[in-house]
Structures are given as structure tokens and as C-alpha cells.
């Protein structure tokens, strides 16, 4: 399953699941086995992109591109705005076979950054974590956020790093 099928598969659901109070907390799940996938991964919308949930609340994501690690960690991470809401979001596979960990960051225009850690079982099956939702301070595009995918404890060496705003 590629990262688009999966981005609208999880993003519906949680767009509902998500239209909850602010301060939510994460969202950890775990990623399965690609295999038969390329080396390359295809790039989802680079540009904002904007979606109604049942809600009526429309929901828009910046995402960078799918990033591919030789490792086997697939991502892609995006900065997500629902009315005056914006929260970080990264969606994983983790196809290595071992646990490992990861700190998704939403960088805020005003200078302070919102960090995340959460665990990304080697279950293979696709996965998703997020930051809390704050309340929007200045231009929703603006915000940038980054995930680091590295051991189970944090330690050992970056896997792989993906932003909202890297190049397609």
C-alpha cells in the first residue's frame, strides 16, 4: 500500500476522531511489510492540500515528500490546520524488524516548538503520530515540522529525517 492510499485511509478517520478538544495528545500506531516497494517513493502533494470531514470542519495538510531510508523506515510528515487548530502529523512504516523511536517537532512562528516522542513498533504495518493540537499563532503555513526516526531508546544513529517543507 503506498503512503497516498494510506495518507487517506488514516487522515479520514482521524479527522473525525481528532475534531475533539484541544490538547489531544499523540497518536501512536506501527507500520506493514512493503515489500515489492521501490527504493524510490513517490511523492504525495507537496502543496497545502484541503479536506471536508463529516464534521463540516475542513482539514488541510502541508506535507513534504514519502521519504525511503535503506534501513526500511518509510515517512512522510506534514503540518495539519483544522479551523484555528495546527497540530503535526507523520506517517510511518517501519519495515527494519526492531522497535525504534520517534520525536516529531512542530516548529511555531512565535519561536517555541512543540515535541512528540512516540514508538514506532517493527510490526510493519503503517502507522501515524501526531503532536497536540494548539491554537494557530500567525500563518498556518508558516509552521514547519520535522520527524527523526531512530532507535528504540532514542539512542543509536538517525534513520531517517522528514520534514513538511523539504523539496519534492
Excluded: K
Excluded at 15 to 43: K, M, N, Q, T
Excluded at 45 to 70: D, F, K, Q, Y
Excluded at 112 to 135: K, Q, Y
Amino acid at each position: 500500500m503506498n503512503l497516498r492510499l494510506l495518507a487517506l485511509t488514516v487522515a479520514l478517520p482521524l479527522a473525525v476522531a481528532s475534531a475533539g478538544p484541544v490538547g489531544h495528545g499523540s497518536a501512536d500506531g506501527a507500520a506493514s511489510s512493503s515489500s515489492g516497494r521501490s527504493a524510490h517513493a513517490s511523492s504525495l502533494r507537496s502543496e497545502p492540500t484541503a479536506r471536508r470531514s463529516p464534521l463540516g470542519l475542513i482539514t488541510s495538510a502541508r506535507c513534504g515528500p514519502e521519504l525511503l531510508s535503506p534501513d526500511g523506515i518509510e515517512a512522510q510528515t506534514c503540518v495539519m490546520t483544522q479551523g484555528r487548530e495546527t497540530w503535526a502529523r507523520t506517517y510511518y512504516r517501519n519495515a527494519t524488524g526492531n522497535g525504534l523511536s520517534s520525536a516529531l517537532s512542530l516548529m511555531v512562528p512565535d519561536g517555541r516548538t512543540v515535541l512528540t516522542r512516540c514508538a514506532v513498533p517493527s510490526a510493519g504495518e503503517p502507522g501515524v503520530c501526531e503532536t497536540p493540537r494548539e491554537r494557530t499563532a500567525g500563518e498556518a503555513g508558516a509552521y514547519q515540522a520535522v520527524a527523526e526516526f531512530a532507535g528504540a531508546t532514542g539512542q543509536g544513529p538517525l534513520l531517517l529525517r522528514s520534514g513538511s517543507n523539504s523539496p519534492a
